[in-house]
């Protein structure tokens, strides 16, 4: 079986800088790329403070903490994006990713795995470009990626099995739950999970309720989290991707249609967590 010694995640946001504090927690040589400076010491700081956060509780040595973070390289230089698994996490978008993929998989060898932690896109249309599509997965970590423990593995169509295999052992070795997904619009849990956000925001387009109330009626019947709270978490620019990309995958069926509302969020730059507001403020 393929030995796995560097991981290599691309896109330092929300996702990214999670992923690779897993990796580099799990002992691999990892490094984590952002063509955006300012994204990459963002991502710097939030596996700071991620870290900090396990040491005051106990969960974690000063020593361990500080062996976990020389682990990770923090580079801007898609030259040194270099290693045994690559983990795409960038924006939502399919011409965006496979541009990226083409890139990455010239400066790679032809073993190098690529895996995509994309929350919609198929597998096969990313792998497309690439010399190598059999190489091509989707390993689809959950947010916040330390934390969840659900991963979805996904095959498209012409992924080798023994990568699959491969991942498999590898995210056990992490301490994740694996559930294999075939290569459908949005996999399982975004699939699923579509029409919380969308019927709620159809919910406050109507003015049935305010969304404070839409997130209250639903914390309090047990979700975690109510959907416009999950929205700030997740980015309401990434989740508006998504409900876009699974409304067009699944030829516009009108249970998807993305929200006016949520748009008008997007391109206000009102973000959620990320850029201190989106449906709440943030500190
Ligand atoms: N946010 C979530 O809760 C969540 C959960 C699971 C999966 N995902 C998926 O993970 C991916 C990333 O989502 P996110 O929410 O972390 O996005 P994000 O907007 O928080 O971060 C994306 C990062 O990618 C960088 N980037 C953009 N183009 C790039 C390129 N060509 N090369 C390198 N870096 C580039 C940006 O500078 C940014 O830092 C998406 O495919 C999304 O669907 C998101």
Same mark, same amino acid.
């Given at each position: 079986m393929q030995e796995i010694k560097t991981i290599a995640i691309a896109g330092a946001g929300t996702m990214g800088a999670g992923i690779a504090q897993v990796s580099a927690q799990a002992g691999y040589n990892t490094i984590l790329f952002d063509i955006n400076l300012e994204m =990459?010491?963002?991502?710097?700081? $939030?596996?700071?403070?991620?870290?900090? $956060?396990?040491?005051?509780?106990?969960k974690l040595s000063l020593e361990k903490k500080e062996e976990i973070q020389t682990k990770i390289k923090f580079t801007s230089e898609i030259n040194e994006l270099k290693a045994d698994l690559i983990i795409e996490a960038i924006v939502e978008n399919l011409a965006i990713k496979q541009k990226f993929?083409? %890139? +990455?998989?010239?400066?790679?060898? @032809?073993?190098?795995? =690529?895996?995509?932690?994309? &929350? $919609?896109? *198929?597998?096969?249309?990313?792998? %497309?470009?690439?010399?190598? @599509? %059999?190489? +091509? +997965?989707?390993?689809h970590f959950f947010n916040p990626a330390p934390v969840m423990k659900l991963v979805e593995i996904i095959s498209g169509e012409k992924t080798n099995p023994e990568i699959v295999e491969v991942c498999k052992k590898l995210l056990a070795g992490m301490g994740k739950t694996c559930v294999m997904a075939a290569d459908s619009p949005g996999f399982i849990v975004?699939?699923?999970?579509? #029409?919380?956000?969308?019927?709620? #925001?159809?919910? #406050?387009?109507?003015?049935?309720?305010?969304?404070?109330?839409?997130? #209250?009626? =639903? %914390? $309090? &019947?047990?979700?975690?989290?109510? *959907?416009?709270?999950?929205?700030?978490?997740?980015?309401?620019?990434?989740?508006?991707s998504v409900t876009?990309?699974?409304?067009?995958?699944?030829?516009?069926a009108s249970k998807f249609r993305p929200s006016k509302i949520q748009q008008q969020k997007v391109e206000a730059g009102f973000h959620g967590k990320k850029t201190g507001k989106g449906f709440y403020e943030y500190e």
């Open positions: =990459l010491q963002k991502g710097k700081n $939030s596996v700071e403070n991620s870290l900090n $956060s396990l040491l005051k509780k106990g993929f083409k %890139e +990455v998989a010239e400066l790679n060898s @032809p073993e190098t795995i =690529l895996a995509s932690n994309t &929350s $919609s896109i *198929p597998l096969t249309q990313i792998a %497309e470009k690439i010399s190598n @599509p %059999e190489r +091509v +997965v989707g390993i975004n699939r699923v999970a579509r #029409l919380y956000y969308v019927e709620s #925001l159809k919910i #406050l387009e109507e003015n049935v309720a305010t969304f404070e109330d839409i997130d #209250l009626l =639903l %914390e $309090s &019947s047990g979700f975690k989290m109510g *959907p416009f709270r999950l929205m700030d978490l997740i980015g309401v620019d990434t989740n508006f876009n990309s699974i409304y067009n995958l699944f030829n516009q």
